[in-house]
């Protein structure tokens, strides 16, 4: 016998994170019916300034979970992505995936993503200040232990707790994050300081001499994002760089590019190592479950991480919505959802050189793949 809507509002719930994927699984997951509790470590939560790009996929989500004008109000529509030389030669100009009637990529802060999601919870959902420390797998249910001395008990414990997830390694892998050899420096400058270079509401993405330059325009703020992926050995996770190395990684590209990274307050400057995991190999256990970056923390380079997160939450509910039980339903939601984050952790290690730009560019599958089918 199926498991009813009412079964579902008997379940205990409790998501380890209150990021991306962790807000969205508890809207998600609270629509069906069930119990939902989010215990989040930070005090406070804060986005890093950056841009991402939400896919036509993910904005069909939001729509079904009746928060798509909550996030499209803090958006930009896009409806390309263009990949250029460092001196703004065309390499390649694109349209972003269509997933049914939806056709644009919502361009969005990370900061009015989360305060969005967040905000379409019930009151009182989200609980701050508790750090992970165990993981007790009971079978049938898990208990939770946090720094605080608080316990929980419930009948599904979800691990959205990010790249450097407690759930991941007390259950599933005591495998580290693995280095990039990149370092990613991100900030929000204003459209007038852009001189010029944004005349639409497309991404456009500038490559070469093992450099990636990002200018994602946020048109609803009046600002855009601004990027720079670099090779880097430092594996600091939060390195210490100055604005003369900041600006020998753009060496050789569209002057224009160099004055805004000449013009930049280093102090707003997000300044982070790039690290992604290796695949891992299960997800779940009876009662408990990775997801997002906790399951398959990939490479920025897709533009993808965001967007999974979000796919998973809602195929996590699909699942639930489908199965005769927990159990039944985790190995759903892994079997539908770990093809497709494995091989999007593949590609997003990938090269970028210019040659290689056929095979590997934004939730597009490479060539080699494509010509298969």
Not at 287 to 315: F, K, R, T, Y
Request: charged share 25%; with cysteine; glycine share 10%.
């Amino acid at each position: 016998m199926k498991r009813t809507a009412m079964q579902l509002k008997n379940l205990k719930i409790a998501i380890v994170g209150a990021g991306y994927g962790g807000a969205a699984a508890a809207k998600a997951l609270s629509l069906l019916g069930a119990d939902v509790d989010v215990y989040e470590q930070a005090n406070q939560i804060r986005e890093a300034g950056a841009g991402i790009g939400l896919r036509p996929s993910t904005m069909n989500r939001f729509r079904e979970w009746g928060i798509f004008d909550a996030i499209a109000e803090v958006s930009s529509p896009s409806d390309r992505f263009e990949i250029l030389t460092p001196t703004g030669g065309p390499i390649m100009q694109e349209e972003w995936p269509v997933a049914g009637e939806q056709t644009k990529t919502h361009l969005i802060h990370r900061g009015d993503f989360i305060d969005a999601l967040l905000g379409v919870l019930p009151e009182g959902m989200v609980h701050l200040g508790h750090k992970l420390e165990t993981v007790q797998d009971k079978g049938d249910s898990a208990v939770l232990t946090f720094a605080n001395g608080r316990t929980v008990e419930a009948d599904l414990v979800i691990g959205a707790d990010g790249i450097k997830s407690v759930v991941r390694k007390e259950l599933f892998s005591d495998k580290d994050p693995v280095f990039s050899g990149e370092h990613a420096y991100r900030a929000v400058i204003s459209m007038d300081d852009a001189y010029g270079l944004i005349v639409d509401d497309n991404l456009r993405m500038y490559i070469g001499r093992g450099t990636k330059v990002y200018l994602l325009p946020l048109r609803h703020r009046g600002q855009a994002s601004f990027d720079i992926t670099a090779l880097c050995p430092d594996g600091t996770w939060v390195p210490d760089v100055s604005k003369e190395q900041l600006l020998a990684t753009v060496e050789g590209f569209d002057e224009r590019l160099v004055d805004i990274t000449r013009n930049l307050d280093m102090d707003t400057v997000n300044i982070r190592a790039v690290y992604d995991i290796d695949p891992v190999d299960t997800w779940h256990s009876d009662s408990v479950v990775l997801m997002g970056d906790a399951a398959h923390s990939m490479l920025h380079h897709q533009g993808q991480g965001a967007n999974s997160a979000i796919e998973d939450a809602g195929a996590l509910a699909d699942s639930l919505k489908r199965a005769d039980s927990v159990k039944e339903a985790l190995a759903l939601f892994q079997a539908t959802r770990k093809p497709v984050t494995d091989e999007l952790q593949r590609i997003s290690r990938q090269g970028w050189s210019e040659g290689e730009i056929d095979d590997v560019f934004p939730g597009q599958k490479p060539a080699s793949l494509a010509a298969e089918k």
